[in-house]
């Protein structure tokens, strides 16, 4: 009785079509469902997504769960989580590439998830980290914890004067530190983020952990520019 006001009220609709959704539907309708892009990547063992970072940072395994394409269906799915508020999708994506990669040879031995972190300033703006659910529905896959006391963003205005013009130059770009390095030390980590486009955001994530004791990265991610 309850269930059926609350649907009459705030009813259940596909996060990518806005069509109502059946009982048995939950986050996206079944026709949207088959209609998301999957890339397989993971499960065909494509280097597709390590190939994008080939000469700029070592990764072990790399992979996205969907293709984006501009106007396309993922990129309708990646503005309500990013900007309407609707977190869940997270929740859907992580579970459902969760469960494909925890019977992979390849992700045997992860033994933390990190998602790139955001800036405190754009948390508390947003709420939430877009990637936080994401990254949770993984690790409970995995049977691990996500991680999120290592990596952090830093602001880099305060320090820019003392800086040289490249490194000014650079401060455009998304600055990303470490703390309780000791913490990932002979550790296989799962990086994870939204979308892969250049892979800027991933490198600069990457190379800083890369910092720590004998550390392996792998990356998987809600999607990838193609
Ligand atoms: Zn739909």
Redesign the pocket.
Known sequence: MFQNLVNIFFPK???????G?ADNEIY??????H?LPVTNYHLEKSDQVKKVFYGRVKLENATALLRFQKKGIVQHLMHNLKYKGHEEIGTFLGAWLGEELKNLYDYRDIDLVIPVPLHKRKLRKRGYNQVALFSEEIAKSLNIKPTESVLIKVNDTTSQVNKSRLSRWNTSKEIFATQNLELIHNKHILLVDDIITTGATIEACANQLLQAKNVKISIATMAMVE
């Open positions: 609709v596909c996060l990518s079509c806005n069509n959704l996206v309708c079944t026709n949207c469902r209609n």
